[in-house]
């Protein structure tokens, strides 16, 4: 329908035109609601982002768990054989606590692997963030054998792992200092060379061939570290949540 008439428009639909057009310019010149839940402006939450994160890179002849202030973060996804190195990325709160359970292949009965052969360990780690394995941290054997290397008739050693090892407040003082090994003396397989672990060494307990299961400990310090994030996970994934 014309809504011109004489080259004017009606009197009746100027009325009506008029208020919706001041009503619609005003809708337009207001600034976007902030979405709920979301305080506009400097002081809402900050998230973490993976420019936050550290990489781990990890080795183990043959298989570790990894805790960090006394949570499970690391589980080497690959039973013993083949070697191979684990990489993955990590949210860092520090003080740090790191635990690492680390296992060589060993019969439970002989401590002997393969049948009839001796084995060694060996454990090697290093974050981003400078966070290398050395002779600083702490190293306890809870399983050895064969016994005086006697594989004709082997004997194993066996003792508990202490309660709550992996703990921040864990006490592991008594324990001896890790003992620092060669490349050639693990001689390790060739993913290792495929991934950084410069200025890292190669640690476990003073015995490489007859210690077959090893807890290590180490606390890493960053005086004045404060994270730049300012929120908290909701859901508590350790209680499987």
């Known amino acids: 329908m014309d809504l011109v008439f004489n080259g004017r428009m009606p009197r ?9 057009l001041a009503a619609l310019t005003l809708v337009a010149a207001e600034p976007p609601r902030p979405k709920r839940g979301r305080p506009p402006g400097p002081g809402g939450p900050i998230k973490p982002a993976m420019s936050d994160t550290i990489r ?7 298989w570790f768990v990894l805790y960090i202030n006394g949570r499970l973060t690391v589980v080497d996804s690959i039973d013993f054989l083949p070697h191979n190195v684990v990489s993955v990325d990590l949210l860092p709160e520090y003080p740090m606590t790191i635990a690492v359970l680390a296992k060589d292949n060993a019969d439970p009965k002989t ?12 454990f090697i780690l290093k974050f981003s963030d400078g966070t290398v394995t050395n002779a600083s941290w702490k190293a ?10 006697d594989t004709r008739q082997p004997k194993v050693e066996s003792t508990p792992l202490p309660e709550n090892w992996f703990a921040v407040d864990f006490d592991d003082r008594t324990w001896a200092n ?14 290792f060379y495929q991934s950084d672990f410069k200025g890292a060494k190669w640690i476990w307990t003073a015995d490489l061939e007859l210690d077959n299961t090893v807890i290590f400990r180490t606390r890493i310090e960053k005086p004045g570290w404060k994270s730049r994030w300012t929120t908290k996970p909701d859901l508590d994934v350790s209680l499987g949540r």
Request: proline fraction near 8%; glycine fraction near 14%; hydrophobic fraction near 35%.
């Open 178 to 191: 890790a003992t620092e090994y060669t490349e050639a003396q693990v001689n390790p397989k060739e993913p």
């Open 140 to 149: 306890k054997c809870c399983f050895r054998g064969p016994l005086d290397g």
């Open 56 to 62: 781990a890179n990890i080795f183990a002849d043959n």
């Open 111 to 122: 401590g002997l692997e393969y049948g009839n052969q001796i084995g060694d360990g060996g």
């Open 12 to 20: 009746r639909f100027v009325a009506f035109a008029l208020p919706l």
